[in-house]
C-alpha cells in the first residue's frame, strides 16, 4: 500500500524483519543510511588491518550506492530500474516515462541522499503525484549536488505546488533548474508559486508550459518577476493567459532586471498583449530572448513590438512564427532595426511569412548596418531558379576552396576570424564575422547553413572538429 506516511518504510516478508525494528518516525535521511551502516562499515573497522582491502574506493562507493538503492525497493515494495542501478553514478539521469509511482520515486529518493554523482534527474511522465514529490523534496533537503530536475507531466496538481513552494520558500538546495511542464496547475497553484519564487534566488531556470494558468495566474506571476532576482529563464508556453494575464505579467517584467529568456507562445493574447510586450521592450534591458509565436499579432500589433524594438538594447532572438503577419508588417520589423543603431538583435523568426526581392533589398540594407542580424521567412515570391541556386551554394565547398589555394586548413581560416583565436564562438559573434570577411564571396543564406552545421543550437559554433589537414 501506498497511504501511509511517505517517509514511513514498507515491510512484505520476513526477510525484513530487521529493517521493520527501524522507528516509524525516522526521516527519508536515516533510512537511507542505515543499510549502509550495517552492511559495509562496521565489517571494514573490525577486520580491516590494512587499507589495500579497500583499494579500489571508487567501485565500493558504487556497490554501496546499489545495494542501498536495492535495500529501498525492498522496503517499499517495488521493482528495481535496471537503468537506474547501471547509471546511477553518472552525472546525468533520465528515468522519463518508467511508471515509477509514488513508491518506485520514493526507492529513487532513498539512494539519492547520499549520491553526489547525480547533476540532472528526468523523472517526467511517472505519476509520482503528490507522495512522490514529498519523497523527491526530502531528498534535496539533504542532497547538495542535484541542479536540474524534471518532474513534468505527474499530475502533481495544488497539493504537489504547495508542496514545492514550501521547500522553495526555504532556499536551501543547489537545485537551479527545474521542469514543472504539464502538471495541471491553475490560479491557486500559481499564487503559491508566486509567493515562493519572490524570495528563491537559486532558481535559474523554470518551465511551467502546458498547465492551466489564465488571467489570475499573470498577475501573481507579474508580480513575482516585479520582485525575483534570480529567475534568467521562464517557460509559460501553451498556457490561458490570454490578454489580461500577459497585460498583468507585464507589469512586473517592466521591474524586473534578471530574466534574459521567455517563452508566452501559444497564449492567445493577440495585438493587445502585444502592445504591452512592446512597452516592455522599450524600458527593458535584460531580456535577449522572447518566442511570441502562435499568438495572433498581425501587423497593428506588430507595429507595436517595433515601436519597443527602436530603443530596445538587449533582444537578440524574436520568434513571431505562425502569427497572421504581411510582409508590410516584417518591413516595419526589420526597419525598426535599421533604427536602433544599439540593436543586438540577431535572429528573428517569420518563416510563415512570404516576402518580395523589395524586401530582400531592404533586409540587405538592414544586415549592412547589423550584420550579425539573420531574418528567416517562409520564401521569396518570384525568384528565379538560377538566384536561388547561387543563394544555396555549398558554403563548405567555398571556404574549402579558399583553404586549398592559399595552404590553410578550413579550421585555420574559422580561426582567423576568432579574435580570440581559439575554436567556438556565439552565433551572432560568427555571422558578424563571416559577412564581414572578403576572402570567401559567401551570403546571409550560406551563413546560416554553416551555423547549423557546426552548432546552431547551443548558441554557440565549434569548428574544432574540422580537420586540421592542410593541402
Not at 206 to 213: I, K, M, P, V
Not at 249 to 256: D, E, F, V
Not at 311 to 320: D, Y
Amino acid at each position: 500500500m501506498d497511504n501511509g506516511d511517505p517517509l514511513e518504510p514498507e515491510t512484505k516478508d520476513e526477510s525484513d524483519t530487521v529493517l521493520a525494528r527501524q522507528s516509524s518516525d525516522e526521516t527519508l535521511y536515516c533510512e537511507a543510511e542505515a543499510p549502509m551502516a550495517v552492511e559495509k562499515e562496521k565489517p571494514a573497522r573490525e577486520s580491516s588491518e590494512t587499507d589495500l582491502e579497500i583499494e579500489d574506493t571508487e567501485k565500493f562507493f558504487t556497490t554501496r550506492q546499489k545495494e542501498l538503492y536495492l535495500e529501498a525497493c525492498r522496503l517499499v515494495g517495488v521493482v528495481p530500474v535496471s537503468y537506474f542501478i547501471r547509471n546511477m553514478e553518472e552525472s546525468y539521469v533520465n528515468l522519463n516515462h518508467r511508471g515509477l509511482g509514488p513508491r518506485g520515486t520514493k526507492a529513487i529518493a532513498i539512494a539519492l541522499v547520499s549520491n553526489t554523482s547525480v547533476l540532472t534527474l528526468e523523472l517526467a511522465d511517472n505519476s509520482i503525484t503528490e507522495e512522490g514529490i514529498l519523497s523527491l523534496v526530502e531528498m534535496l533537503q539533504e542532497n547538495y549536488y542535484l541542479q536540474e530536475m524534471n518532474i513534468s507531466d505527474n499530475d502533481l496538481g495544488l497539493e504537489g505546488a504547495r508542496i514545492l513552494c514550501e521547500f522553495l520558500q526555504n532556499n536551501t538546495s543547489s537545485l537551479f533548474s527545474l521542469q514543472l511542464s504539464g502538471n495541471n496547475f491553475k490560479e491557486e497553484a500559481a499564487e503559491l508559486f508566486c509567493q515562493a519564487l519572490s524570495t528563491n534566488y537559486r532558481i535559474k531556470s523554470l518551465d511551467l508550459s502546458h498547465n492551466q494558468f489564465s488571467d489570475k495566474a499573470g498577475e501573481y506571476l507579474g508580480q513575482m518577476l516585479a520582485l525575483n532576482v534570480g529567475l534568467q529563464s521562464l517557460d509559460l508556453s501553451w498556457n490561458h493567459l490570454y490578454i489580461q494575464g500577459v497585460v498583468a505579467l507585464c507589469s512586473g517584467l517592466r521591474a524586473n532586471v534578471s530574466l534574459k529568456k521567455l517563452d508566452l507562445s501559444m497564449n492567445s493574447f493577440g495585438n493587445e498583449g502585444a502592445a504591452a510586450l512592446g512597452e516592455v521592450l522599450r524600458l527593458n534591458n535584460s531580456l535577449a530572448y522572447l518566442d511570441l509565436s502562435s499568438n495572433n499579432i498581425n501587423n497593428e500589433g506588430l507595429s507595436k513590438i517595433s515601436k519597443g524594438l527602436e530603443l530596445n538594447e538587449s533582444l537578440k532572438v524574436l520568434k513571431l512564427y505562425l502569427n497572421p503577419l504581411s510582409m508590410d508588417g516584417a518591413v516595419l520589423l526589420i526597419l525598426s532595426i535599421k533604427r536602433n543603431p544599439k540593436s543586438k538583435m540577431e535572429d528573428i523568426d517569420i518563416s510563415n511569412v512570404l516576402v518580395s526581392e523589395q524586401f530582400v533589398k531592404i533586409l540587405d540594407g538592414v544586415c549592412a548596418i547589423h550584420p550579425q542580424l539573420d531574418v528567416m521567412y517562409k520564401a521569396v515570391q518570384g525568384l528565379s531558379n538560377k538566384k536561388n541556386l547561387f543563394m544555396w551554394t555549398n558554403p563548405v565547398k567555398l571556404i574549402q576552396s579558399y583553404a586549398d589555394q592559399h595552404k590553410i586548413s578550413v579550421l585555420d581560416f574559422f580561426r582567423s576570424l576568432n579574435p580570440r583565436g581559439g575554436t567556438t564562438m556565439p552565433v551572432g559573434e560568427f555571422r558578424k564575422a563571416m559577412i564581414q570577411q572578403n576572402k570567401v564571396p559567401i551570403n546571409r543564406y550560406q551563413v546560416r547553413e554553416l551555423i547549423k552545421k557546426l552548432g546552431e543550437k547551443t548558441d554557440m559554433v565549434d569548428f574544432s572538429s574540422l580537420k586540421m589537414t592542410k593541402p
